[in-house]
Every structure is written in structure tokens, then in C-alpha cells.
């Protein structure tokens, strides 16, 4: 009686037990991949502390950015800051009011309502007295008058540290959005792309690229379908695409390794390229093979590569604002007890 393997064999030929036995493990992979998605992710159900806080995270920043403006449109931000009313008055919520993300949070709500006091314009309709004397007071003592959700800077005071020491240096870091609308010369974006060639990668495979897009036109339809660089794009003239090519990688096993070593090259890109005072702001990819369809009517990146972020450069303007982007406390993702 023939075997199913030589049967295989016999019809796919002899790299076909190898073929079967790997697609097999991959499709499983995938499978497991899509349950633990569907049960711990944020796309179906918001049913615990991570998830709500996650959400709260999204849209403070949200808020953030838009106190980034020179000329603050009034009344802005209106649906997420009923979302957030949502999520602060959650009984969880609050009382883990004292985590870094939360309490940033109430203090931007804080910041919104004062703002809004401040120009004489009335947003009762979404945002009552009540409900910020409320987040006042669970925030107590750490309430502070002096909070801002956006910091205002001088230029040469933001790149003050760039031949520093790595701490000082690391810490000075921002994403940039108000550029003069210069043209960066192509030499010295070539010189942070070549330093960033030393971040390490799986078995130095270097599966990374970067393209460089200084076609307007094309920018602006890309930007417009990254859509989380709204009110910025005017003066982006130059867009830089990193990508990670799965030609690279070898097993099932692999299958994300491309998403690491990509993020891995684009901290360092992105450190490069404040080291050589370009400014930039890391745009989020995090899309559907819908939009990555609507992209390749734009730019041709060859099928196998997958990106992984879009960074909009160009030189600063000589003042301008960065959000706040509050960082969480080391103990909140420090776990030293034994796992």
C-alpha cells in the first residue's frame, strides 16, 4: 500500500513533504495568532483595566495634538473628549488614578476646560463645570495649574544635547511636526541612514529599507492615507518610507520577526536623524491590505517588503511646540519578581 507521503511525493514532488509539513505549521500558526488577537486585542471588546487604559491613551493624545496649533481651534476635539469622559468616571479608572497615563489624562481634561475658560468660549453642551471640578478632584494633590499637554520650544535649545551624553541625549528626543518647508540636502539624510546601518538584527540579516519620497503630490496621498498627519502636511516636503523584507526570513517561527527588526532599525533611524538635526515625526503604518492596496497606486514598494513606519522630515521651524507624551513610571512596566 503506498504511503501518503509518496503519494505527496509523487505529485508535488520531493520538496513536498517539507512544503505540506511547513504550510501546515504556518496556517496553524496564523490561526493561533488570530484567536489570541481577537481575545486580547482592542478591536472587539474593551473588557478589562489594559484595554480601557489603552483607549484613554489614544485619545488624550489625540487632544494633545491639538494643542499643538499656534492658533487653537476652539470647541476641537469634541468626540474625544466624550469618549474620554466615558472612560475617566469608570469606577477602575479612577481608582488608578495615581498610574501616569490616568492621571495625564485627567490633567489634559483639565487643561482642555481651563483652555476654553480662558478664550470666554462655552462648552458646556460636551464638557460641564461639574465634570471638571470632579477630574480636579481625583486628581488632588497632583493636580497641577501649570500643565501643559503640549511643550513650547526654541530650536536651538531642542538640539542643545545632540553631542551629549547618550542619557541627555536619548531624553531629548521628540517627534517634530512644524517644519519651514526646506529641502533637506540628500547627503546628510544619506548620512543618518548610514549610521543607523548598525542596529542589530536576527542572524545581521539586515532586512530593512528606506525610501525617500520628494514628489509633493505623491506625499500628500500618502499622508492622506496614513491619516494620523492631519493639519501638519503643508510644509512636508520630503517622506521617509521604512520598510522590512520578507525575503529575509527563514521559519514559521519568523513569520513576525520582521515587525521586530524593522522597529528595532527605525529607533535607531529616527535617533540618527535627530543627531543630524532632522526633524521628524515617526507615522504610525498600522493599516489594512485595503490601504496597503491604496498605496501602491501611489508608490511602487515591491510586494514582498512590508512597512513599517513613514517618518515626514525637514528642518524645524525656530519655535514650535511638541506634545507632551507623558512616559509611564518605571514600575509600571519594570516586573522584577520572578515570572
Not at 132 to 154: C, P, R, T, W
Not at 297 to 310: D, G, Q, R, T
Request: hydrophobic share 35%; proline share 1%.
Amino acid at each position: 500500500m503506498i504511503s501518503l507521503k509518496k503519494i505527496i511525493k509523487q505529485i508535488f514532488g520531493a520538496n513536498s513533504i517539507s512544503f505540506v509539513i511547513n504550510f501546515k505549521e504556518l496556517l496553524l500558526n496564523y490561526i493561533i495568532d488570530l484567536q489570541l488577537y481577537y481575545k486580547y486585542s482592542n478591536v472587539f471588546k474593551v473588557d478589562n483595566f489594559n484595554k480601557k487604559e489603552a483607549k484613554i491613551i489614544l485619545y488624550y493624545h489625540s487632544v494633545e495634538k491639538g494643542l499643538l496649533y499656534q492658533k487653537i481651534r476652539p470647541r476641537f476635539a469634541q468626540e474625544r473628549i466624550k469618549n474620554l469622559h466615558i472612560f475617566l468616571n469608570d469606577a477602575t479608572v479612577i481608582k488608578k488614578s495615581n498610574l501616569s497615563q490616568i492621571r495625564v489624562a485627567y490633567q489634559v481634561m483639565c487643561e482642555y476646560y481651563e483652555f476654553h475658560l480662558k478664550i470666554d468660549v462655552k462648552i458646556d453642551d460636551y464638557f460641564s463645570q461639574e465634570q471638571y471640578s470632579s477630574y480636579k478632584k481625583i486628581l488632588s494633590d497632583a493636580y497641577d495649574k501649570s500643565f501643559s499637554g503640549a511643550i513650547e520650544y526654541k530650536k536651538d535649545d531642542f538640539y542643545m544635547h545632540n553631542q551629549s551624553n547618550f542619557y541627555d541625549f536619548s531624553s531629548s528626543r521628540k517627534s517634530i511636526r512644524d517644519f519651514t518647508g526646506e529641502l533637506i540636502d540628500t547627503e546628510l539624510i544619506e548620512k543618518a541612514i548610514s549610521l543607523a546601518l548598525n542596529a542589530p538584527s536576527v542572524c545581521n540579516r539586515q532586512s530593512s529599507k528606506v525610501y525617500l519620497l520628494q514628489d509633493k503630490v505623491k506625499i500628500d496621498k500618502v499622508l492622506s492615507i496614513q491619516n494620523g498627519f492631519t493639519g501638519h502636511t503643508e510644509n512636508v516636503n520630503q517622506l521617509l518610507i521604512v520598510s522590512s523584507d520578507r525575503n529575509y526570513f527563514f521559519s514559521v517561527g519568523e513569520r513576525n520577526q520582521l515587525y521586530i527588526d524593522g522597529g528595532i532599525f527605525l529607533m535607531n533611524l529616527l535617533y540618527c536623524l535627530h543627531f543630524y538635526q532632522i526633524a521628524n515625526c515617526p507615522a504610525n503604518w498600522g493599516k489594512t491590505s485595503k490601504d496597503e492596496a491604496k498605496l501602491s497606486s501611489v508608490i511602487n514598494i515591491p510586494a514582498s517588503e512590508k512597512i513599517i513606519c513613514m517618518i515626514p522630515i525637514g528642518i524645524a521651524k525656530e519655535d514650535f511646540k511638541i506634545t507632551l507624551s507623558q512616559r509611564r513610571d518605571l514600575d509600571e512596566i519594570y516586573k522584577y519578581k520572578n515570572i
